[in-house]
């Protein structure tokens, strides 16, 4: 098992830059593929983006590529969103998960949650 904790989020003006981090504890970080999914106010919750056990794969949703970056520290247990030119329709509160598959979209592919941190584009 595996417990997060997310970190960074807070108010920025569009155009400018955010990084989220999640802390990991509990069994080995390296044994997890690592995804980050967002959810806006009346608004499912969507995928960003996703990153493989040792970092060597990772995937982006359309509407962040080229402008977000997942990274993975398996030293530091530890995993970060980069998120520049930021949108206000990234407004949402941002979620670190963990799934015991290889690189997924899907929600549903992963067991662990972390409790979300809120982040606020303003126009």
């Known amino acids: 098992q595996v417990q997060l904790v997310e970190s960074g989020g807070g108010l920025v003006q569009a155009g400018g830059s955010l990084r989220l981090s999640c802390a990991a504890s509990?069994?080995?970080?390296?044994?997890?593929?690592m995804g980050w999914f967002r959810q806006a106010p009346g608004k499912e919750r969507e995928f960003v983006a996703t990153i493989s056990r040792i970092g060597g794969i990772t995937g982006y949703a359309d509407s962040v590529k080229g402008r977000f970056t997942i990274s993975k520290d398996n030293a530091k247990n530890t995993l970060h969103l980069q998120m520049n030119s930021l949108k206000p329709e990234d407004t949402a509160v941002y979620y670190c998960a963990a799934s015991v598959t290889f690189v997924a979209r899907g929600a549903d592919k992963y067991g662990y949650w972390g409790q979300g941190t809120q982040v606020t584009v303003s126009s």
């Open positions: 509990g069994r080995t970080f390296s044994s997890y593929t």
